[in-house]
């Protein structure tokens, strides 16, 4: 018996692998209803790569984010907090 899925005859789209990640689901629906009930969210990561794959998702599922980070310039970290203020 194989129960193990060939990955040479999957195509691995972008919104295959967001579907794929339960995580990802979950937070998709959170955010969603945060919205709905007009909060707001932060979400923090010390690792650029997460915040590459954060990034990814929020465009693939439509959400409105500003991201923050290292690369940012001064004067625009202070654009930045002011609108999410």
């Known amino acids: 018996m194989h129960y193990g899925v060939c990955m040479k005859d999957v195509v691995m789209t972008t919104g295959t692998i967001f579907m794929l990640?339960?995580?990802?689901?979950?937070?998709?629906?959170?955010?969603?209803?945060?919205?709905?009930?007009?909060?707001?969210?932060?979400?923090?990561?010390?690792?650029?790569?997460?915040?590459?794959?954060?990034?990814?998702?929020?465009?693939f599922h439509g959400h409105i984010y500003l991201r923050l980070d290292g690369t940012t310039r001064i004067d625009q970290r202070q654009v930045c907090v002011c609108l999410c203020a």
């Open 21 to 59: 990640t339960g995580k990802l689901q979950v937070l998709d629906r959170l955010l969603r209803q945060l919205k709905a009930d007009h909060h707001r969210v932060l979400i923090f990561t010390q690792m650029t790569r997460m915040l590459d794959v954060l990034e990814a998702f929020l465009n």
